[in-house]
């Protein structure tokens, strides 16, 4: 009875669907050939259609958003998203600091707040090395999408041939985890201490305000340089420490399952090339869905365009979610 009740909302969105679909047929009876003599009346036909179909696809996302359980990871609001330079020496750090500009805006664009960033620049405006620490409503389930390879094709500045470069940019993307939810033992921790470097680190102070914690049993290590004060660099050490054991705990957990909880979870958690930005073309390529997005200057500015793709994102997992669970219990049948 209580999943009846749970059932009842499919069962109105249906019903609503089927009669928007009525009113598209009886458009399609009005204009059987999709050409009217008269322009007004195609005009109207054409407007009421989109406006139909952009119903019917609001009441199909409404009923996958039922039929689905809740995702209990999708419900942190606070997030640690990593940004790391990765083949393509000072190109990739060039464009790294762009993701990283372009990140900072969109967290402004969803309303959320950026609580705090760790940074490792270079010399001439790069970034090596960024750790950002994002609050708000629906932050991870949204930035979750944004974890993977980004690949960037361009010339460079200072090309003297004209050559196009491919660059990698890496974006890791976690919930952020809380003394409960991982334990960590004292006796479990190498602390030390050394002096900040790197442009901008040198500049920090001349004490040892730099800290790098080693976790003994897993051999995971983090550092931070970010603060003049040993102690702050300390917190936020431990920080990065904790949401990394609570990745490596999500994936454990998982590793036995064969659900589709746990190849959601690694496909948003591991390396993968998701994305190409291409400067001569002026391209955007998300090689998770079909089309191009044109216009890479106004994407990198972290507003609707960014917005409306991770949107994208999130439908298509849902669906590829809602079929791989339609397919399980078929299989389960069987």
Known sequence: MQRLKELKPVFDFHSQKQELLECLSSLHELNPEGKSKDNDLQKQIEEEKKYYIRKIEALDEKIISVLLPHNPEDAHTEVMMEINAGVGGQEAMLFAQELFDMYCSYVDFKGWTLD?????????????????????????????????????????ATEKYGRLHTSTVSVTVLPQAN???????????????????????????????????THIPTGIAVECQTDRSQIKNRKEAMKKLRNILYKRKIEE??????????????????????????????????HRVS?????LPEFLIGNEYLDNLIEELESNSKKELLFQRIKEACDHVI
Do not use: M, W
């Open 116 to 156: 705090g960033c760790d940074r490792n620049i270079t010399d001439i405006g790069g970034l090596r090395q960024a750790t950002l620490y994002i609050s708000g409503v629906h932050s991870f389930k949204y930035l979750k999408h944004e974890a993977g390879v980004h690949r960037v094709q361009r010339v460079p």
């Open 179 to 213: 003394e409960i939810d991982v334990e960590i033992q004292d006796k479990d921790l190498r602390i030390e201490t050394k002096r900040a470097s790197g442009a901008g680190g040198q500049h920090v102070n001349k004490t040892e305000s730099a800290v790098r914690i």
């Open 253 to 286: 957990q998982t590793a036995s399952a064969l659900s589709t909880r746990k190849s959601q979870v690694k496909s948003n958690l591991r390396s993968e090339k998701i994305r190409t930005y291409n400067y001569n073309q002026d391209r955007i390529t998300d």
């Open 291 to 295: 089309g191009n997005i044109h216009n």
